[in-house]
């Protein structure tokens, strides 16, 4: 189960934010790991909303916080590019509009591979129109 530290160092990764031993914690940083938790609510709450999921939601208050109930493999292959675009918006707009974009398109992939639900069966309203039969009009 991946925290958001996982997610935190990920996108310090992407930003170059990373220091000489390459930790994500540093001076340099603290103003984003500030922000961060309330970044991934808000993707968890997108991530809960899109899956369908529905019930309670406990949200991640800490950076040692595990992210529940979101796969592994969307924590850090997709939510790390969302919670940089949030963190980067007022400083440097064009990177935070490409990390955006990507968000977007790994998330869109991550959902579309998703098997469907069953859902409800569908009721016929038109009659007589199915294996090319028209009613009269």
Avoid: C
């Avoid at 939601?57 to 590019?81: N, S, T």
Wanted: proline share 4%; no cysteine; hydrophobic share 40%.
């Amino acid at each position: 189960m991946k925290t958001v530290n996982d997610i935190f160092t990920a996108a310090m990764g992407l930003m170059d934010e990373l220091d000489a031993a390459g930790s994500a914690k540093n001076r340099e940083t603290e103003p984003y790991e500030r922000r961060t938790p309330g970044i991934v609510n808000m993707m968890i709450s997108e991530y809960r909303i899109i899956s369908g999921q529905t019930g309670s939601f406990v949200p991640v208050e800490a950076m040692d916080d595990p992210v529940l109930r979101i796969d592994d493999a969307y924590a850090v292959g997709v939510m790390h590019y969302g919670l940089a675009a949030n963190l980067l918006v007022d400083e440097n707009p064009a990177a935070a509009n490409f990390y955006q974009r990507r968000y977007e398109e790994l998330r869109n992939i991550h959902f579309s591979r998703r098997p469907a639900d069953a859902g409800e069966s569908v009721d016929d309203l038109y009659g007589g129109l199915e294996y090319g039969r028209f009613a009269r009009w």
